[in-house]
Each structure stands twice: as structure tokens, then as C-alpha cells.
């Protein structure tokens, strides 16, 4: 059974950082590619944030958290990060880790099979 664990969320204020944290179990974590989306209250679907190559580790970015936030993997502790600085309030959203076998670090949701149950972040202005 794949399950895949987020934690790290919290409250921040704005211009703080946080890092998340998914620590996946039940596949090979090695093979896949893996993202962070977030949902924010009100809005009916998930937002790219940001995916790591499952082998070459390259990473893409949503233009909204270019240059503030960093994913990062972990294969030999099956986890991935992201690291949150210079956080706004517009990031506040629950925030899930996927996973896509041997995918290439897609934007589109659709492209991961596995999800975690998310983790909330709250930034206050």
C-alpha cells in the first residue's frame, strides 16, 4: 500500500519560511517524479507548485513561488521537500505531495497517480 506523509505545515507570518516535508512509503521512491500542489479555501482545484525529476532530480517551478520556494529530494530517506521562504499570505492553502512513476516533473495533476492527505499552511499578514 503506497502512502505518502506530509508534515511541516503550520501558522507563519508573512515573510517567514517553513519546510514540508513527505515521506513516502510502499514504492520504489527512487523511480518517481515528484510534486507539490497546494489547494487554497474556496478554490476547486490544485495548484502547481513545484516537481523534481525522478532521476535527474531538475526541478520546475509555478512563476508564484519562483525564487522563494525549493523542492528537493532525499531517495536514500524516500522524501521530498520544499522549503518556503519570503512567504505571503497569497500562500496560505493545503499543501500535498504526488508522485508520478518515472515521469518528468509534469505541472499537470492529472500526471500523478499517488497523493498524500496534505498538510495546512497559514502565512498572516
Known amino acids: 500500500q503506497v502512502q505518502l506523509i506530509e508534515s511541516g505545515g503550520g501558522l507563519v507570518q508573512a515573510g517567514g519560511s517553513l519546510r514540508l516535508s513527505c515521506v513516502a512509503s510502499g514504492l520504489t521512491f527512487s523511480r518517481y517524479a515528484m510534486a507539490w500542489f497546494r489547494q487554497a479555501r474556496g478554490k476547486e482545484r490544485e495548484e502547481f507548485v513545484a516537481?523534481?525529476?525522478?532521476?535527474?532530480?531538475?526541478?520546475s517551478y509555478a512563476d508564484s513561488v519562483k525564487g522563494r520556494f525549493t523542492i528537493s529530494r532525499d531517495d536514500a530517506k524516500n522524501a521530498v521537500y520544499l522549503q518556503m521562504n519570503s512567504l505571503k499570505s497569497d500562500d496560505t492553502a493545503v499543501y500535498f505531495c504526488?508522485?508520478?512513476?518515472?515521469?518528468?516533473?509534469?505541472?499537470?495533476?492529472?500526471?500523478?497517480?499517488?497523493w498524500g492527505q496534505g498538510t495546512q499552511v497559514t502565512v498572516s499578514s
Open positions: 504526488a508522485a508520478d512513476y518515472i515521469g518528468a516533473g509534469a505541472t499537470m495533476k492529472s500526471m500523478y497517480g499517488y
Open positions: 516537481a523534481i525529476h525522478w532521476s535527474t532530480s531538475t526541478t
